[in-house]
């Protein structure tokens, strides 16, 4: 029996219950394969006693439009920086990187196949390196990851977030004041800019483009002078001021990886207040909804196409890569490229020029 094992890493997305099971179907049509899948990434791994669990085609018999996933993930920690407390009380981390291969080894694991965004890959990379057969599978509602056209999850966020731009116009205009929703996305403007053009915002702010609060003020100003008493407004949780930094907080969640980005929408308000804006503002964070629940067709439809991609590199071996779609195809990349870049929004292309032939105020 050949044994794969299957992890889920970083934020969760809808979709990456339809990765499973893709990989699962697929597995199951071959003779003498069996795939495990290791609880909240490779902590699983990492954990004693162990926790991972057999997927076969019962397991994820009807999963592919149930949100979250069903092997659980986590952003904190991972094999290089697994968080250890200190005899002080603070924390450090430890690299268990060579300690998780060996176990991987005992276990008869011949291949691991990583569904996760940036931040996952690279530990996928970092694993290669260190001569595990490992292949990634991009995910991110975040839409941020190079050399894919998308990832599994960020149609579906898109939609969340255009039917929150949609109940916020009709209320907007009922009261005649400005309402701002804020986004996730982190550094990538992908999911504002397109909800905002899909839902018809007069503003959207992102963080590939600096806002300078004068033009925004302007134009919203200006909307009103016309006699159209109402406004919305779309601002990325990575936007900032020219100038100026993303908003972030503070997180007390032991070795959480990256910035945690928060409080873009209440300072724009702030400052719009400032600038004199007299209309009343408000302020809506979209948050976590954006990440649960259902994913639309297109995900599924992606997400299983890459689960079954997957399983058929680990039969070639064709190790050290990472699953991605290029329209038509989907295909396999080097890993090492996957994770030497992100990708923004940019200024040249079509998307934000439809945007601002529409009369969108992108803040510049
Ligand atoms: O990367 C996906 C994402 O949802 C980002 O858009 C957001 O900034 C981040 O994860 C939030 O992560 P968490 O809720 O796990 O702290």
Not at 286 to 308: C, E, N, S
Not at 314 to 330: A, C, F, L, Q, T
Request: glycine share 12%; proline share 4%.
């Amino acid at each position: 029996m050949k044994r794969v094992l299957i992890g889920t890493g970083g934020g969760d997305c809808p979709g990456l219950n339809a990765v499973i099971r893709g990989v699962v179907k697929r597995a199951s049509r071959e003779k003498n394969w069996e795939i495990i899948g290791s609880i909240n990434s490779f902590d699983g791994i990492l954990r004693e006693p162990t926790e991972v669990v057999v997927l076969d085609e019962k397991t994820v018999a009807g999963i592919h439009f149930r949100g979250g996933t069903i092997i659980g993930t986590t952003n904190k920690g991972g094999p290089f920086e697994w968080p250890v407390k200190n005899t002080d009380g603070t924390w450090g981390t430890a690299d268990r990187s060579d300690e998780m291969i060996r176990k991987l080894g005992y276990m008869g694991v011949e291949a691991v196949i990583n569904v996760g965004g940036d931040g996952s890959q690279r530990i996928s990379q970092a694993l290669y390196e260190k001569g595990l057969n490992i292949i990634g599978v991009p995910k991110t509602i975040d839409n941020d990851l190079p050399f894919t056209d998308y990832t599994f999850g960020y149609q579906t966020a898109v939609q969340i977030a255009t039917e929150a731009v949609d109940k916020l116009v009709t209320t907007a205009a009922s009261h005649n004041r400005i309402l701002i929703l804020e986004v996730m996305g982190r550094d990538a403007g992908w999911i504002a800019l397109n909800a905002a053009i899909a839902g018809g915002a007069e503003v959207c702010l992102i963080p590939e483009i600096p806002y300078n609060i004068k033009k925004v003020r302007d134009s919203l100003e200006s909307r009103f002078s016309k006699g159209k008493g109402f406004a919305n407004i779309v601002i990325a949780e990575g936007a900032m001021p020219e100038g100026g930094e993303p908003s972030a907080g503070e997180t007390d969640e032991v070795g959480y990886r990256g910035l945690k980005l928060s409080g873009a929408a209440v300072r724009l308000a702030n400052e719009l207040k400032d600038e004199g804006v007299e209309p009343d503002i408000r302020e809506t964070v979209l948050g976590h909804l954006q990440r649960g629940g259902i994913p639309v067709a297109y995900d599924r439809i992606l997400a299983t196409q890459f689960g079954v991609k997957a399983f058929e590199m680990v039969m070639e071996k064709n190790y050290g890569k990472m699953v991605s779609y290029r329209h038509p195809d989907i295909v396999s990349i080097p890993l090492a490229d996957a994770v030497q870049k992100k990708k923004y929004v940019t200024l040249e292309s079509d998307l934000v020029n439809t945007a601002r032939g529409i009369g969108m105020c992108l803040g510049d």
